[in-house]
């Protein structure tokens, strides 16, 4: 299984000539290679995590692809036919398997309302929390998508987060908040994290894959 990171917070997974997608959005350029794309996972609401350009193009390359995500998406994305899921569902296309965890994004400000989002772990290797520090109970993470920066991420809590999941593998993303010197110090950290548990951190860039 290949991971594929782009600009923010999108990934591409790919295994056996099958893609799923995750959480293209607004500070995502558009993704192109899309014929083989069998499910596109949203976590949440917001638009620097889907984008109706990006499922407009999505569903021209791959008409039909079911795209999963909470209520909170389901109602966001008016007009496009979203699949809900909750924590605690298990869904299977193709040769992907994803269980769902989590539930609420994290707390940006108290004057912000709270909204509905989901952590997905892909085939039971590939955990990515999208806006939350939800730890997927009773699973052994082998790689972590770990958010590196926010307007609800505090460092100390982002540490703390890897420090408790304790992943083999992890890497960075939701980015685009950083300048390249604050993007630096974030992976340093988090790496400083990924090995306090064996683990092995990995920086990649925008178009920069792991084989997982």
């Given amino acids: 299984m290949r991971v594929t990171k ?3 917070a999108s990934l591409r997974i790919d295994q056996n000539g099958e893609t799923l997608l995750i959480d293209p959005g607004s500070f995502t350029t558009p993704l192109d290679d899309l014929g083989d794309v069998v499910a596109v996972v ?11 350009e990006h499922l ?4 021209r390359m791959a008409p039909g692809v079911p795209i999963f995500g909470p209520a909170g998406v389901a109602r966001a994305a008016e ?21 769902f965890f989590g539930g609420t994004h994290e707390i940006i400000h108290s004057s912000i309302p709270v909204i509905e989002n989901v952590g997905v772990l892909v085939n039971d290797e590939l955990y990515y929390p999208g806006d939350s520090y939800a730890v997927p109970e009773g699973v052994e993470v082998g790689t972590l998508a770990a958010p590196l920066g926010a307007p609800w991420l505090k460092i100390g809590e982002a540490i703390d987060y890897v420090l408790a999941v304790k992943p083999r593998r992890a890497f960075g993303t939701h980015d685009m908040t950083l300048s390249v010197a604050g993007k630096t110090m974030h992976r340093q950290r988090l790496e400083w994290a990924t090995q306090q548990g064996g683990g092995e951190f990995f920086a990649l860039e925008p178009g920069e894959s792991l084989d997982i």
């Avoid at 407009?56 to 569903?59: E, P």
């Avoid at 496009?80 to 992907?96: D, K, L, M, N, Q």
């Fill in 6 to 8: 782009f600009e923010h």
């Fill in 42 to 52: 949203l976590t949440h609401e917001h638009p620097d995590h889907w984008t109706p």
């Fill in 56 to 59: 407009d193009r999505i569903l």
């Fill in 79 to 99: 007009g496009y036919e979203i699949t809900v899921v909750s924590p605690g569902e298990t869904r299977t296309v193709g040769g992907f398997t994803l269980r």
